[in-house]
């Protein structure tokens, strides 16, 4: 998951081990599971495998030679990653919570022969990725700390949350280290920005990972 506007967020179905891969014999579907703070793989080494999440958070990073880390991407149920960069991953990637991804040769993103279907889909889901980097490059770069965490919160209501009649209810795995990562923050200014939202009402805070938004009509405006 990349910051993207909140009316282009769109995810693939996400699978399961039951069927829902259309084209692929059931039987030969492999799954992995994670535990929380296990890698998945790590920056450099060869791309044989991306994955497809069905289950739990994974987060991308890449820590810069000074020590200073960047969190790339968060990867949801129906997100891809491990998509190869000359070959290679590009970032690491670890699990946030306990998870399971759907395990596809790097081979069906490169030809159709084996399984035009999820050719295509692996193709999508890669276009998908680029345009969502670009709205998540313009994020870091033009928007204030109020825009960028409102963003944040929109993009995760849109992908995870559910109504609580007028108003949406939504958990993150991450902690505010992690936010700060992604939108190129530090911890204290997430955490007054979270304060600022919640006095405005826009947000109310159940605790430090679940959050109810309030007026998403406004959550949205900011965001823009």
């Given at each position: 998951m990349y910051i993207s506007n909140a009316s282009d967020v769109e995810t693939l179905p996400a699978p399961t081990t039951c069927g829902a891969l259309r084209g692929q014999n059931v039987n030969a579907v492999q799954t992995r599971a994670?535990?929380?703070?296990?890698?998945?793989?790590?920056?450099?080494d060869e791309v044989r495998h991306i994955y497809e999440v069905t289950h739990g958070v994974l987060r991308l990073t890449k820590v810069l030679e000074d020590g200073r880390r960047q969190v790339i991407a968060f990867g949801y149920p129906g997100d891809i990653v491990g998509f190869p960069?000359?070959?290679?991953?590009?970032?690491?990637?670890?699990?946030?919570?306990?998870a399971e991804v759907v395990v596809h040769s790097v081979t069906d993103?490169?030809?159709?022969?084996?399984?035009?279907?999820?050719?295509?889909?692996?193709v999508q889901a890669a276009l998908r990725e680029i345009g969502s980097m670009q709205d998540h490059f313009m994020m870091l770069g033009r928007k204030s700390a109020r825009e960028k965490t409102a963003s944040f919160l929109s993009v995760l209501m849109e992908r995870t949350g559910t109504s609580l009649g007028a108003y949406t209810h939504f958990e993150f795995p991450m902690n505010r280290?992690?936010?700060?990562?992604?939108?190129?923050?530090?911890?204290?200014t997430v955490s007054r920005t979270m304060t600022m939202l919640r006095k405005s009402k826009l947000i109310t805070l159940e605790n430090s990972k679940s959050v109810i938004v309030l007026d998403q009509k406004a959550l949205h405006d900011m965001a823009a």
């Open positions: 994670l535990k929380a703070s296990q890698n998945l793989f790590r920056e450099g960069q000359d070959g290679l991953y590009h970032a690491e990637c670890d699990a946030l919570s306990t993103l490169v030809s159709g022969d084996r399984n035009p279907e999820l050719h295509r889909r692996l280290a992690d936010i700060a990562d992604f939108l190129g923050l530090t911890v204290e």
